[in-house]
Each structure stands twice: as structure tokens, then as C-alpha cells.
């Protein structure tokens, strides 16, 4: 299975909107998100994408990982949707996605935090109780961070997910057709 990992950064004038335009940012925001506990099939192949790529189509159930933040407006929210985030140099919102791979199923853990080394640590931490937990042999780790600074005039959101597979239909037959007659 293909596991696709993209970080996104979002901001407006809500919350809910500055998490859909981080989502966006990742390629998820057309997709119902169905977050899952954290555990990778061994058969999975972990990949690192500046956007997910398309999974299928709008409306589609995908199923993920989600490491979210979010940050309310530093001053007045008025214009928040005008600019895009940047990835800060000296941020104080940070959502982070590691993961564990090696021989059979591998692992994933989320944390958020105002450092990149505070969530770096944090997900160093997780990774290393969930494989002990596990009594896995996990010696493959790899982390994406999205890092953003908060904004004077809108809410900010920073996310990393990891998409898994391909989208599925949301009610109705099975994709490709088929009589589900009785």
C-alpha cells in the first residue's frame, strides 16, 4: 500500500477555515477525512510528497494519520484569508508526523508543540514507546514537520497527514458498478 505524507499551512478567518486551507495545502481538503490510530500495514511504502496526488474523487473517504494545529489571531482577524502561510524560520506552531518502519508493520505518531525540537522530541518519544510496546524492531525513522509562526490578523493552522491508498465511495455501490439487488 502506498502511504503518501504532505505537510500544509492554512490560514482565514476561523479556525475551521485556516485548518480546511492547511488541508488544501496537503492535497486532502476534497477528501472525508477518517483518521485512524496509528499503525502502518507491512506492506506499506512510505513516501514524502509536496501534495498528495490524486486519490480519487471529491466527496471520496480517505483513511489517515492527522498531526493538527491551530492558533487564534494575534491582533484582529479582519483580511486573515489575503496571504498564504510560509514555513517560519522561528515558529511558535508546529505539527509533526514521525514514523517507524522495518521487517512487518511499522508505526506513526503525531505531536504538536511551539518548537520543531520540542516535537521532534516528542515524536522520537512516542515512536520509541510504541515499538516497545510493541516489542517491534522499528530501526527505520523518518519525521515531517510543518512549522508556521502565528499571524497578527488570522488564525493559522499547520498540518501533516498521511494518506493511505486511495479514496473510497461514501455510500451508493461499489465503485465499478455492480447489482447490490436482494
Do not use: C, K, Q
Not at 491582533?75 to 509533526?96: E, K, N, Q, S, W
Not at 522530541?121 to 512549522?147: F, I, M, N, V, Y
Amino acid at each position: 500500500m502506498e502511504v503518501n505524507v504532505a505537510a500544509g499551512l492554512g490560514r482565514g478567518p476561523t479556525e475551521l477555515s485556516a485548518f480546511d486551507a492547511a488541508l488544501a495545502g496537503a492535497g486532502v481538503a476534497d477528501y472525508n477525512l477518517v483518521t485512524v490510530s496509528s499503525v502502518l500495514p507491512a506492506d506499506s511504502h512510505v513516501r514524502v510528497v509536496d501534495s498528495v496526488p490524486d486519490l480519487g474523487p471529491a466527496g471520496g473517504r480517505l483513511t489517515t494519520v492527522l498531526a493538527e494545529t491551530a492558533a487564534p489571531p494575534t491582533g484582529t482577524a479582519d483580511g486573515a484569508a489575503a496571504r498564504p502561510v510560509a514555513p517560519a524560520d522561528d515558529p511558535d506552531l508546529v505539527a509533526g508526523l514521525g514514523w517507524a518502519t522495518g521487517p512487518g508493520p511499522g508505526l506513526f505518531y503525531e505531536a504538536t508543540g511551539e518548537t520543531t525540537a520540542a516535537v521532534r522530541e516528542r515524536l522520537r518519544r512516542g515512536l520509541d514507546a510504541g515499538a516497545g510496546l510493541r516489542d517491534w524492531t522499528l530501526p527505520d525513522r523518518e519525521t515531517l514537520l510543518a512549522p508556521a509562526a502565528r499571524a497578527a490578523d488570522a488564525h493559522v493552522a499547520a498540518v501533516v497527514v498521511a494518506a493511505y491508498g486511495t479514496t473510497e465511495r461514501i455510500g451508493g455501490p461499489p465503485r465499478g458498478g455492480g447489482d447490490r439487488s436482494v
